[in-house]
Every structure is written in C-alpha cells, then in structure tokens.
C-alpha cells in the first residue's frame, strides 16, 4: 500500500505542515489565501485521508514519513562520511 502521504493534494500538504507547525485555521487560512471554512474542510480531509482521529497524530505522520526521507538520504552517503 502506498503512503498515506501520496495520497494528498499538494493543497493539502501545504495545510499539514502548517498544521504540523502549529498554527490554527485562522493563521492558516492567511497564510495560503484561503478562507477559514476552505481550511477546516481541508483539515477534515486530511484527517480521513490520513486515517487519523485528530492534530496531534497527523503531527506524528509527517514527522515519522520526514525522519524516513532523512533516513533514506543518509544511506545514500557514502560510507566514509557517515557516522
């Protein structure tokens, strides 16, 4: 199955980092030119997308999928340079 993550909208991933990042709709909504009701729709998409119940775990799946890609583009180094 793939990600969860690849299953958003680019609009979407754009909501969940802020999101991740701790602003409310309402900072949101300004930040992306998009009203308050656009961003709450957006949020309760990401919520059945994501198969989640609230904020604070879809938090934890984007943190999770950036320390795997962090992961992944550490094992690309070469071996001298790794710790």
Do not use: C, F, Y
Request: avoid cysteine.
């Amino acid at each position: 199955m793939p990600h969860r993550l690849t299953l958003l909208t680019a609009r979407e991933r754009q909501v969940l980092r802020l999101v991740a990042a701790g602003l409310p709709s309402s900072a949101i909504a300004g930040e992306l030119m998009l009203s308050v009701h656009t961003v709450r729709v957006h949020r309760v998409n990401l919520l059945r997308k994501l198969q989640v119940r609230n904020s604070a775990e879809m938090m934890l799946i984007l943190h999770a999928a950036e320390a795997r890609a962090r992961n992944d583009a550490d094992d690309l180094l070469p071996n001298a340079r790794r710790r």
